[in-house]
């Protein structure tokens, strides 16, 4: 074992053993055996342990990946999912030698602080992820894609194998059993694309609940996969208020998109790329997207390989990092018909990619966890269809593709009003209302944030609302909703007194949900 000192650090150069449970082989010789034999070269004496679950024979990740462990030859043992393709095996020996000097008992590629930023450069599927970081800093956890812990460690502590959390939160779990050991738990850049297919959230609120049974003193612990919290709040999914909450982070996104229409005049669409690039490639020429990720100040990988091609299902992706000043470049040299996607674009250069496309077939994306993105080559008639739909058309703008029937030219449109609900000057809510051009007017949907729930808020702005319009109002809720019963019941006693009314109505063309409460009043 080497040591070198700095000004600033203590690298320690150490062997590693890289160790994948796997159900896969295609996926995982696309991904993980072909960057172990691509770069194997650059980083002698790496040790590879496939560890074989094609069968089910380990009921958990933690269980395979202990059986690997326990026949790791090396200083420090690197867990990785089988869908990672690593772009520097030089890069993973370097970082585990800042573990070692650095006393950490875990260390990842991505996880996430306690101010609940995502820390730690990665390639997720399509897009650019995390804020970069060069050396290793403290996080609540890490992601299970990669994290690595000195085998020592690892052999006395092994990775737990309960069945709560045989597939999911593993690497967050042994986190916190290393922090209560007195270890450090951190992220440091390394450079990786994880090319997964699928976002298998099946028990994973069983994985938290038993984080949140184990470590009631370390809570709330921020995860790629949400908050373990102490309590979980009551699921309402199947009620009026989970299905609308989408709505919140809608208008959210709406406002934001409002300059990049300004500055691009191009169609835009409210969707993650992450889970739409499958959508996308199947509707590709030859079933084969250009993927640009516009990597800003920080280089993305230590090798400079160029692009890399992967499979993801029946298509082909070729993916690559460039500076935003070499993306014009890039689209000029593609073949003529090819489907690009550039994803972690800064706002304010939208408009001048866009400019320089030779066609005017391209949508600009936007979604709150990614960013900005944009697509070029696709025709609004090729792209995914759920595109079109209410959660992905912004505030204020025409759907992609028009409706194919459209109302009678003398149908005058219903008309819609959104009232913001605000709190010293921030949004803490909205509603809608339909029929403001005639009576009755019926309020739609309304949301508060859960920060300004209890405070009387929302019933502040419902009063407010009913008595700016004065005229005859419907209001519709669920009785399996005592909530939003308990609420719009004292909204219509508090307006209307005695006079509110209330009918029970079938909801339409949904015969199995019970039949809505509608409150009739008049203001």
Not at 35 to 41: I, L, Q
Not at 50 to 57: A, H, L
Not at 93 to 118: C, P, T
Not at 217 to 243: F, I, K
Request: charged content about 25%.
């Amino acid at each position: 074992m080497s040591r070198t000192t700095g000004n600033s650090s203590v690298t320690v150069n150490s062997s590693v053993s890289i160790v994948c449970v796997y159900n896969d082989p295609a996926v995982r010789r696309e991904c993980l055996d072909r960057s172990v034999r691509a770069y194997g070269r650059h980083a002698p004496g790496v040790e590879y342990l496939p560890v074989d679950n094609v069968d089910g024979r380990y009921r958990s990740a933690g269980a395979a990946l202990n059986h690997g462990a326990s026949l790791a030859g090396n200083d420090v043992v690197v867990f990785v999912h089988q869908d990672v393709f690593l772009h520097s095996l030089a890069a993973v020996i370097r970082v585990a030698g800042q573990m070692q000097a650095g006393g950490l008992g875990v260390l990842g590629a991505v996880g996430v602080r306690r101010d609940g930023r995502i820390t730690g450069r990665i390639r997720d599927r399509a897009v650019l992820l995390g804020v970069p970081v060069q050396q290793p800093v403290d996080v609540d956890s890490v992601d299970e894609l990669l994290f690595m812990v000195p085998r020592p460690l690892v052999l006395r502590h092994p990775l737990t194998e309960s069945p709560d959390m045989a597939w999911h939160a593993y690497g967050v779990e042994y986190g916190l059993r290393v922090r209560r050991l007195g270890l450090r738990v951190g992220v440091t850049d390394i450079p990786l694309t994880h090319n997964s297919r699928t976002a298998n959230l099946a028990r994973l609120d069983v994985a938290h609940a038993a984080i949140a049974a184990r470590y009631p003193e370390m809570l709330p612990v921020r995860t790629t996969c949400g908050v373990v919290a102490r309590q979980t709040a009551r699921s309402s999914s199947s009620g009026w208020l989970g299905s609308q909450r989408w709505r919140y982070s809608w208008l959210r996104e709406s406002l934001t998109v409002r300059k990049a229409r300004r500055i691009t005049g191009a169609p835009i669409v409210l969707a993650d790329i992450r889970r739409d690039v499958d959508n996308v490639i199947e509707r590709a020429p030859g079933r084969r997207l250009r993927i640009v990720n516009c990597s800003g100040e920080a280089r993305f990988m230590d090798a400079d390989g160029g692009p890399l091609e992967l499979t993801r299902g029946n298509g082909r992706v070729v993916v690559d990092a460039r500076q935003i000043s070499d993306i014009p470049a890039v689209l000029a040299a593609g073949p003529p018909g090819s489907w690009f996607l550039l994803t972690n674009m800064p706002q304010e250069d939208l408009g001048d990619i866009g400019a320089r496309w030779r066609s005017n077939r391209q949508v600009v994306g936007f979604h709150a966890g990614i960013g900005f993105w944009i697509l070029l080559g696709a025709a609004a008639a090729d792209l995914p269809p759920h595109w079109r739909s209410e959660r992905s058309v912004p505030l204020g703008t025409r759907r992609l593709v028009p409706e194919p029937c459209r109302p009678p030219a003398q149908a005058r449109p219903e008309r819609l009003l959104l009232h913001l609900i605000r709190t010293d000057s921030a949004l803490a809510g909205f509603i809608f209302i339909r029929g403001l051009s005639g009576e009755p007017r019926v309020v739609g949907d309304f949301f508060v944030v859960r920060a300004a729930r209890r405070k009387h808020v929302g019933h502040a702005a419902a009063l407010q609302l009913l008595r700016l319009h004065p005229g005859r109002w419907e209001i519709a809720f669920q009785e399996e909703n005592p909530g939003a019963a308990r609420f719009w019941r004292r909204v219509g006693a508090d307006v209307a007194g005695h006079a509110c009314r209330e009918e029970r109505r079938p909801v339409p063309d949904k015969p199995w949900i019970p039949p809505d409460t509608w409150l009739l009043l008049s203001t």
